[in-house]
Nanobody, 127 residues
Framework: QVQLVESGGGSVQAGGSLRLSCVIS????????MAWFRQAPGKEREGVAS????????SYLDSVKGRFTISRDNAKNTVYLQMNSTKPDDTAMYYC????????????????????WGRGTQVTVSS
């Protein structure tokens, strides 16, 4: 099993920054793709960013490109999501997810491909 624990959420004014963290434990070797998803009230959960361990490539939702950055600190078994230039539309519960996937599947960020999930951390961006 793989355990994921998110932290770092909170409230921020539009244009501000937040850094989310996801600590990974357990059978880390059973995963090669880490991703951040988000779900706003009444909306589907959507992939925001993913990181493929094998080649270190990353992928992003179009609406966050240039504003969000996913990164890993392997020594700390932690994945980060740096959120800059935030907008009210970024308000959502943010979830960390992990899986063993092909590069293409990791890049596509389809929710059903991920079998390990954290409990989420709330991000609220006010205008």
């Amino acid at each position: 099993q793989v355990q994921l624990v998110e932290s770092g959420g909170g409230s921020v004014q539009a244009g501000g920054s937040l850094r989310l963290s996801c600590v990974i434990s357990g059978r880390i070797y059973a995963t090669n793709c880490m991703a951040w998803f988000r779900q706003a009230p009444g909306k589907e959960r959507e992939g925001v960013a993913s990181s493929y361990t094998t080649n270190s490539l990353t992928s992003y939702l179009d609406s966050v490109k240039g504003r969000f950055t996913i990164s890993r600190d392997n020594a700390k078994n932690t994945v980060y999501l740096q959120m800059n230039s935030t907008k009210p539309d970024d308000t959502a519960m943010y979830y960390c997810a992990a899986a063993l996937l092909s590069y293409g599947d990791c890049r596509s960020m389809r929710r059903n491909n991920y079998n390990y999930w954290g409990r989420g951390t709330q991000v609220t961006v006010s205008s």
